[in-house]
Structures are given as structure tokens and as C-alpha cells.
């Protein structure tokens, strides 16, 4: 008798769900991924948002009025 590997044995799970919040560490939900809640995505996109705006600031604006227009 050969010893095969019982039927129930299950495969290795490979699942995208399994992943955790990148903001609690919490269970992630496939609607907010990659985060577990929509307040975690806020806060998450609220502070990468908040972050990328001030670099921006940081720079001139380039949207600044034509010179040349001086009148006579
Ligand atoms: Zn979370």
C-alpha cells in the first residue's frame, strides 16, 4: 500500500484578502484595499494628499501673471 497525502489536505493559501491594512494592520476588505476601511483610506490618502500639497507650496507657482503688460 502506498502512503498518499490525505484529500482534505488544503492548498497553500495564496489569497489577496489575507493582507493587512497598511494603516491599523487589520484585516483588509477588497472594497477599500489596500487598507481596511474607507476611514482608513481617507486617513491614509487624507496625509499623502496633505504631504504632496506642501511640496507643491514648496515650489514657485507657475501660474503666475504674464509681465510685459505695462501701460504706457
Ligand atoms: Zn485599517
Given at each position: 500500500m502506498s502512503a498518499?497525502?490525505?484529500s482534505d489536505d488544503k492548498p497553500p493559501a495564496?489569497?489577496?484578502t489575507a493582507a493587512k491594512c497598511a494603516r491599523?494592520?487589520?484585516p483588509v476588505q477588497?472594497?477599500?484595499r489596500p487598507f481596511c476601511s474607507?476611514?482608513?483610506a481617507e486617513i491614509d490618502?487624507?496625509?499623502w494628499f496633505t504631504e504632496?500639497?506642501?511640496v507643491a507650496t514648496d515650489e514657485p507657482p507657475?501660474?503666475?501673471p504674464p509681465k510685459g503688460e505695462e501701460e504706457p
Open positions: 498518499e497525502p490525505p495564496v489569497c489577496v491599523c494592520g487589520q477588497a472594497r477599500y474607507q476611514r482608513c490618502l487624507g496625509s504632496r500639497y506642501r507657475t501660474d503666475a
